[in-house]
């Protein structure tokens, strides 16, 4: 039969299936499928990555053109005339990253996208942005990151005139955001729903009401607004006592909480998180690197979390058997632990989290049958392998997956990876650690 035997809404749903690259491939073969993958249904979620705008054919924009691409990191760029092109070329674009750019006044042609939804400035020179971002006033997200451009003050002020910003990453210099500004913030902001700060090396410690505006201490002119309605919130580079015991007390709508400690610390008399944690009844999202050892925080740990992440902490089998206790409904575990103990964690994983539905893990040579043990868990259906891998896996592990899927009956479904490096994401918020016991 040949490729058009078969209604093309059929190979539609076929190609759903595939990988980018897959499509890729499928496409290069005949007309036919070149014209269904095209569509942009089948691209829907896609990212593409440009290194010089200006050096790209009419046809690659046609093809662009034809998928509706509304996903754009831009690797680097170096003029307004780049920009504009850009806009031109693709005026729906609906998210922006902006890897480096070195002309200060790129951000003006901005303006020209006026679907843009999410807007990501890295490592760039902009002294207008502040003068730009008022004009974007549809942003529901902004990161800016590792930026050279006006002072704070001037910063925080642009930000604010965003009325429809639901997720803000802010992720400048060495030190927190002043309290007064980040007030300002969150009272102008009434829509803000995610926030991610960079708390820098200050170790200063912040007031106890940092995350906590005062209707007394509003401005003249500014919106008046009830209690914050922040559900997930970030701080990337903390280490305690910056933030106080009782620091997230006017954060109760907090359903995500997400700490990346800078370093590890054997003290755990010094430990917020375990306070933090009782203040946050509505929590199902809570992921932690590095910091503490578990055992600090492995019994305050809700019961209403369904997600858990914990990445280069130490920990030992008691610790995690106590915080299994807490969470008897979790659904999804990244566990990546460090541990003094000649011991495999993966063994213990049926027993201690049995309603688990997806579950990231290294392999680290596991014993065959220690790994095979994952196939006990009935309601798993996702297991993610983060061992690195320089091409593809070895044909050891390879072996060792198919048989999972023969005595899972091929329920559970298989990922390497080595926690690839999505370009939307800035350094900041990746926590991929090459890391070693600590002493």
């Given at each position: 039969m040949s490729v058009t035997g078969l209604p093309e809404e059929v190979w539609y749903h076929v190609f759903e299936f595939l990988s980018p690259p897959d499509k890729l491939s499928v496409r290069a073969s005949c007309k036919?499928?070149?014209?269904?993958i095209d569509r942009p249904g089948l691209w829907r979620n896609s990212t593409v990555y440009l290194e010089k705008i200006t050096s790209y054919k009419s046809h690659f924009w046609r093809t662009l053109s034809k998928r509706k691409t509304n996903s754009v990191v831009v690797l680097k760029a170096s003029g307004v005339r780049e920009w504009t092109e850009l806009g031109c070329r693709l005026p729906w674009l609906a998210s922006l990253t902006i890897q480096v750019c070195g002309d200060p006044e790129a951000l003006g042609t901005l303006r020209r996208l006026n679907k843009l939804k999410r807007l990501e400035i890295r490592q760039c020179r902009c002294p207008s942005l502040a003068a730009s971002l008022p004009s974007l006033l549809q942003?529901?997200?902004i990161g800016i990151c590792e930026v050279v451009c006006a002072p704070r003050t001037d910063i925080i002020n642009a930000v604010?005139?965003?009325?429809?910003?639901?997720?803000?990453?802010?992720?400048?210099?060495?030190?927190p955001i002043p309290k007064a500004a980040l007030h300002k913030i969150l009272r102008c902001l009434p829509n803000l729903k995610h926030l991610s700060l960079k708390m820098g090396a200050n170790q200063s410690p912040l007031p106890c009401d940092y995350f906590c505006p005062a209707k007394a201490n509003q401005m003249s002119g500014e919106p008046v607004c009830g209690a914050l309605g922040l559900t997930s919130l970030e701080l990337l580079n903390y280490m305690d006592p910056m933030l106080s015991p009782v620091a997230l007390q006017g954060l109760p709508s907090l359903k995500s909480l997400t700490v990346q400690y800078r370093g590890w610390t054997l003290d755990s008399s010094l430990c917020h998180l375990k306070t933090w944690l009782s203040m946050l009844p509505l929590l199902s999202e809570l992921s932690i690197s590095l910091?503490?050892?578990?055992?600090?925080?492995a019994n305050s740990v809700p019961g209403t979390v369904q997600s858990l992440s914990l990445k280069g902490v130490v920990g030992e089998l008691k610790a995690l058997w106590e915080m299994a206790q807490k969470v008897p409904d979790l659904l999804c575990l990244h566990l990546d632990?460090?541990?003094?103990e000649r011991h495999s964690f993966i063994a213990?994983?049926?027993?201690?989290?049995?309603?688990?539905q997806i579950l990231k893990i290294r392999h680290h040579n596991v014993p065959e049958t220690e790994f095979l043990q994952l196939s006990q868990m009935s309601y798993l259906k996702c297991v993610e392998v983060?061992?690195?891998h320089n091409l593809s896996p070895n044909s050891a592990l390879m072996d060792l997956t198919h048989k999972l899927h023969i005595q899972t009956n091929n329920r559970v479904h298989v990922i390497y990876s080595s926690e690839p490096k999505d370009r939307n994401v800035c350094f900041c918020a990746k926590s991929c650690f090459n890391f070693s016991v600590p002493p």
């Open positions: 036919f499928f070149k014209r269904v942003l529901t997200h604010s005139q965003l009325p429809n910003l639901t997720s803000l990453h802010y992720h400048e210099s060495n030190k910091g503490y050892q578990l055992g600090a925080y632990l460090c541990c003094h213990e994983v049926p027993q201690l989290f049995p309603k688990l983060l061992d690195p």
